[in-house]
T-cell receptor
Framework: AQSVTQLGSHVSVSEGALVLLRCNYS??????LFWYVQYPNQGLQLLLK??????LVKGINGFEAEFKKSETSFHLTKPSAHMSDAAEYFC??????????????FGQGTILTVHP | GAGVSQSPSNKVTEKGKDVELRCDPI?????LYWYRQRLGQGLEFLIY????????KSGLPSDRFSAERTGESVSTLTIQRTQQEDSAVYLC???????????????FGPGTRLTVL
């Protein structure tokens, strides 16, 4: 079964600092990988997704993530944090290898706090 | 254009009562998903609709949970005889091409926050 592990339920950074949110997956076949963001009292919004076209994926709001098969990781980064980045971030996976539909399996989420 | 909408946004009910949660997907989206987000936890898949059929109901926690969908339109998630552990945010998502994850994107609604007293 597919699973996703997000290391660190809470991450705190200063404004302007590097943001690094960690995600590891378990799969024998490279899956489709996603990062979603959830702002308070809002639904989830897709930040970016990996679909095997390129290992470095750029998303919205200056975020990017790199797929590393050898490490089974898909960490999310942003060079310089903004106050508006404060939110909860979810890593998610859809099995690869001819899946029939887009059932997402989510990690536990990481709450990002940005300090002035 | 309009996104995925859900109603009500908040629902408080007493233990043992039945509740209905509604999801209006984006027009033209054939796939519809229900997820549950309990406090401090990630999202759990509940059920997937392709049109008005549900090929995957594997995430429904018990027979107290059921869902239906009218064509490629509205879906209703019903919880009978609610329990306190049913308290959660219930999220609905829809997408256009579920069989092609590389081309498809799930769009989420704002959720319904259910509190069972």
């Amino acid at each position: 079964a597919q699973s996703v592990t997000q290391l660190g339920s809470h991450v705190s950074v200063s404004e302007g600092a590097l943001v690094l949110l960690r995600c590891n997956y378990s799969s024998s076949v490279p899956p489709y990988l996603f990062w979603y963001v959830q702002y308070p009292n809002q639904g989830l919004q897709l930040l970016l997704k990996y679909t095997s076209a390129a290992t470095l994926v750029k998303g919205i709001n200056g975020f990017e993530a790199e797929f590393k098969k050898s490490e089974t990781s898909f960490h999310l980064t942003k060079p310089s944090a903004h106050m508006s980045d404060a939110a909860e971030y979810f890593c998610a996976v859809i099995p690869g290898g001819g899946t029939s539909y887009g059932k997402l399996t989510f990690g536990q989420g990481t709450i990002l706090t940005v300090h002035p | 254009g309009a996104g995925v909408s859900q109603s009500p946004s908040n629902k408080v009910t007493e233990k043992g009562k039945d509740v209905e949660l509604r999801c209006d997907p984006i027009s033209g989206h054939t796939a519809l998903y229900w997820y549950r987000q309990r406090l401090g936890q990630g999202l759990e898949f509940l059920i997937y609709f392709q049109g008005n059929s549900a090929p995957d109901k594997s995430g429904l926690p018990s027979d107290r949970f059921s869902a239906e969908r009218t064509g490629e339109s509205v879906s209703t998630l019903t919880i009978q005889r609610t329990q306190q552990e049913d308290s959660a945010v219930y999220l609905c998502a829809s997408s256009r091409i579920p069989t092609s994850p590389s081309q498809d994107t799930q769009y989420f609604g704002p959720g319904t926050r259910l509190t069972v007293l």
